[in-house]
């Protein structure tokens, strides 16, 4: 009875958690903000997200990023692979992403959201990699 009760209230917490995670858009393309390349949703809303698995250019503006702002400092600390824009957030991307977000003091889960956009840096149009 006691198990019932449990996987009942499980189910309706699940319930509840998938319209606001809906709410937030993936990021699929980009677009300059401030002079700087930033990852958005298709209708333009920086307040989206990325993890494994999506593909499209809003990855591939991440890896971009990853690879122009902070590749020198992935190398110097002997992160092992070469970051490639290909759009596809497969396990090289997720890692490097991980590196990125513990480096600059947040929480490392390697999934791109509002957090990692609001506290990495980001290559800037005929300007250097800094914060926007």
Known sequence: MAVAAVVGVAGGLVA???PAAAAIAACTT???QSNHYVPTSSTGNRNCWMQ???????????QITLHDCYGEWLDAVGFPYDINADGDFGPITERA??????HEGIGDDGIYGKVTAATILFPGKNAPCSYI
């Open 16 to 18: 509840l958690a998938e």
């Open 52 to 62: 494994r698995g999506h593909k499209g250019d809003g990855v591939r503006m991440l």
């Open 97 to 102: 992403l991980k590196e990125v977000q513990h």
């Open 30 to 32: 980009y677009r300059v």
